[in-house]
């Protein structure tokens, strides 16, 4: 128990005289920052601006680094989260390093020093504000650089004709934020040739940026533009929706072939209308809402089931024909006759041969209509199919989307 007594007794002067021996362990140079910061920071007006020589504009240098970026068609919005370097001088903040243990640059909040506005002037968020909250490195010379995060969005008015491999092109337009009209003006300019790094953050979710252009016009209130390329991962949507679209092509095609009263032709036409629905759906699940445009894939799907229906139609007519006794009208004669004694004749294909069962002299009457409706049916399917080829053909080159890179 004593032991313990005699510990207490010299514990508690330690408390009582030894609270202010605190180890300092920072170091030299941070002492001399903080009377830097200080001194700099003194009677500082955050929102006077740098003072120009012959009322030039204070030359603000920029540069965009995007980290992550989303465009979504349906709401045809582009937003990019991006660091964005800013770079200006301001004498204010200039000092002798000899003064100061030789401390070459320092870091200051943006808040406690003038920040250019920098604005998006075509800005699709309703919360826009001229603020920077950043951490800004100054150098004794007076340059400041700041990078500040800022989140970026815009519409983008979407074109989707050529979907599923169509392509956007969104642009940003970059001004000064004007708060009086004392302010001098602010010459916003791309910190170099390049004023967007990418830095292998080009792919986005369903989109690839494949181009990104920008320009400067100091004599607009827009001062920088900066436009992206966007291109559309289409792989998916192309063996879902275009591979399907030309196959039913063929397969309309293939089933003309065949005779009307096969029983496969009708198959393979309920399967082309079939196929035509499944299209349709995937077409309205993947198919942004908004365009200017109508999408060219929506044309050519139309007008394949057109032709699908058609072909329905036809078949149960045509096989209605061939099956008849009574005499053709006399057109159909006419048009036989003419068919048969020219060079027409040999471009029928396929040539389906007429059921005949008649042996008596008396059903001869029935065996030549019979023959004549079954020529006649031969010419309407081969010009039918003719028709299709040629409309198919046109369809193919007109309305079935392409891959069309952007210009770089």
């Known amino acids: 128990m004593c032991p313990l007594i005699y510990f207490i007794f010299i514990l508690l002067p330690c408390l009582f005289f030894c609270e202010d021996c605190v180890l300092d362990n920072s170091s030299r140079d941070s002492s001399f920052e903080y009377q830097l910061v200080k001194d700099l920071l003194c009677n500082f007006n955050t929102n006077l601006p740098p003072k120009t020589n012959n009322s030039k504009p204070i030359v603000v240098g920029v540069k965009f680094y995007p980290k992550t970026a989303k465009f979504s068609d349906d709401e045809e919005l582009f937003n990019i989260y991006s660091w964005v370097v800013l770079i200006w001088n301001d004498e204010r903040l200039s000092w002798d390093p000899a003064k100061y243990g030789n401390l070459a640059k320092t870091e200051i909040m943006s808040y406690k020093i003038w920040t250019p506005g920098l604005r998006l002037f075509n800005t699709a968020d309703t919360t826009d504000y001229d603020f920077l909250y950043t951490l800004c490195r100054v150098r004794y010379t007076g340059k400041v650089i700041c990078y500040p995060k800022l989140l970026y969005q815009t519409f983008c008015s979407t074109d989707l004709q050529n979907w599923p491999y169509d392509t956007q092109s969104c642009t940003f337009r970059f001004g000064e934020w004007i708060r009086s009209v004392t302010k001098p003006n602010v010459q916003f300019t791309f910190a170099n040739k390049k004023g967007i790094g990418m830095l292998g953050n080009e792919y986005l979710m369903g989109w690839t940026v494949v181009s990104y252009n920008q320009t400067e016009d100091h004599n607009k209130t827009e001062q920088l533009t900066v436009t992206f390329g966007l291109e559309r991962q289409s792989e998916l949507l192309g063996s879902i929706v275009v591979v399907p679209s030309v196959i039913i092509l063929l397969l309309t095609l293939i089933s003309s072939l065949l005779c009307v009263n096969n029983d496969v032709r009708l198959g393979l036409l309920y399967i082309s209308l079939w196929l035509h629905y499944i299209i349709l759906n995937n077409i309205s699940f993947n198919l942004p809402k908004h365009s200017r445009n109508v999408p060219k894939i929506l044309l050519f799907t139309r007008g394949s089931l057109l032709l699908a229906c058609i072909s329905v139609l036809l078949t149960f007519t045509l096989k209605f024909l061939r099956k ?85």
């Open 324 to 408: 008849r006794k009574v005499p053709p009208p006399s057109f159909v004669s006419l048009l036989n006759n003419y068919v048969n004694n020219s060079f027409i004749k040999h471009l029928l294909w396929p040539k389906w041969e007429a059921e005949i069962n008649y042996l008596t002299l008396s059903e001869e009457i029935e065996r030549k209509a019979t023959e004549d409706w079954n020529d006649f049916t031969n010419f309407v399917n081969t010009a039918f199919i003719i028709i299709c080829v040629i409309v198919y053909l046109c369809l193919f080159l007109l309305f079935m989307p392409f891959f069309v890179p952007l210009p770089s």
